[in-house]
C-alpha cells in the first residue's frame, strides 16, 4: 500500500486494496510510523478487512513499544476477526526516536527485549489468559489460534536470533538488493529456528520499487520517495544512497529480480511502492501473473 506518499484519500487506498486483493499477489502490506502524514495502522486494518476479501494482511511493521500491548492485542485479535483470520503482524522495534518521543513512549524500551516483553502480553491475551483484573479476559478472541502469525522485521543476523524464540519468521528489507547478502539472513533464521525446534521460518524480505519504461523518470521516482520519506536523515545523505536504494526498471527486470530472490528460498516479497499512481500495482500485477 502506498502509505507514505502524500495526499491519499480513502478512494485511492480503497483502489489499490482492491486491485491487489483481485491480482495474483499473496499479500497486502503497511507500515507504521507516528510523526509523519501516513494513515494510521490499525484504523487503516479495519477499512483493509472490509475492503478486501482474500489476501493476507501483514503489518510491516507495527512497534509494540508505541502502543499500551494490551490494547495493541485487543486491536489486533479485532482486526483478524474482521477480516477472516487473514491477519499476519510484522513488529519491529522502530528505528526513529521521534516516533517514541510523539506518543511519549520510552526509548529506553526502543530494545528487542522491549519487544519481546510486549509481545508476550499479546500472546497471554490471545490465548485467553487473564491479565487484567477484570471479569472475563481481554477480548476478542483472535480467529487464528494463539493469535495472528508474527514476523519479525529486521535486516540483521542479533535480532533474528531474539527472535526465534516467539517470531513465526521475517519481514526483512534489503536497500541493495544483494540477494546473496539476503540469502545469509535467511541462513541465520533457518538456524536459529531449528535450534528453537521450530518449524522453518516465513522468510520475507521488501524493497522500494519503481516500475516504467523511462529508466530516469523511474529512478527518479524512487529517489523522490526516499527524500520524503527518509526525512530524518539529512538530504545529503539521502541523495547519497539513492542510486543504489530500491529497485527502478521494467517489467522483465523486476520479474529478474523476484526469480533471483526466488532461487534462494524467499517465501514472499513485499513490494513497497514510491508512488500512489494505481498503474504501479496494476503493471506489477500483470508481470506477477507470469511468475511459477
Not at 480467529?143 to 519468521?169: C, F, H, N, Y
Not at 522483465?252 to 530472490?261: G, K, S, T
Amino acid at each position: 500500500m502506498p502509505v507514505m506518499e502524500p495526499d491519499l484519500d480513502a478512494a485511492t487506498l480503497k483502489a489499490w486494496a482492491r486491485v491487489i486483493d483481485d491480482g495474483p499477489f499473496s499479500s497486502l502490506c503497511w507500515g507504521e510510523r507516528i510523526a509523519f502524514d501516513n494513515p494510521e495502522c490499525l484504523t487503516l486494518l479495519g477499512a483493509l478487512a472490509a475492503w478486501t476479501d482474500r489476501v493476507r494482511l501483514v503489518t510491516t511493521v507495527i512497534v509494540p513499544q508505541l502502543h499500551d500491548p494490551v490494547m495493541l492485542a485487543k486491536s489486533l485479535a479485532t482486526g483478524d476477526v474482521l477480516s477472516g483470520g487473514r491477519l499476519t503482524v510484522g513488529l519491529g522495534v522502530g528505528g526513529r526516536d521521534e516516533d517514541y518521543r510523539a506518543v511519549g513512549a520510552d526509548t529506553g524500551t526502543q530494545t528487542m527485549r522491549g519487544l519481546a516483553d510486549s509481545v508476550a502480553v499479546m500472546k497471554r491475551i490471545w490465548s485467553g489468559e487473564q491479565v487484567t483484573e477484570s471479569v472475563v479476559p481481554v477480548g476478542p478472541p483472535p480467529l487464528q489460534s494463539g493469535g495472528p502469525e508474527l514476523l519479525i522485521g529486521t535486516m540483521g543476523p542479533k535480532t533474528v536470533r531474539s527472535a526465534a524464540s516467539w517470531a513465526d519468521g521475517l519481514a526483512g528489507t534489503t536497500l541493495d538488493l544483494d540477494v546473496d547478502k539476503q540469502n545469509e539472513l535467511f541462513d541465520v533464521a533457518r538456524q536459529a529456528w531449528a535450534e528453537a525446534g521450530k518449524s522453518s521460518p516465513h522468510l520475507a524480505t521488501s524493497f522500494w520499487f519503481a516500475i516504467g519504461d523511462d529508466p530516469h523518470e523511474t529512478r527518479t521516482q524512487v529517489h523522490r520517495h526516499l527524500r520524503r520519506y527518509m526525512n530524518w536523515i539529512p538530504g545529503s545523505v539521502v541523495d547519497a544512497i539513492a542510486p543504489t536504494t530500491g529497485w527502478a526498471g521494467n517489467d522483465d527486470e523486476l520479474l529478474d529480480v523476484l526469480r533471483r530472490f526466488s532461487d534462494v528460498g524467499t517465501d514472499e516479497v513485499h513490494l513497497i511502492p514510491t508512488s500512489s499512481d494505481l498503474d504501479q500495482v496494476r503493471r506489477v500485477a500483470e508481470l506477477a501473473s507470469h511468475l511459477t
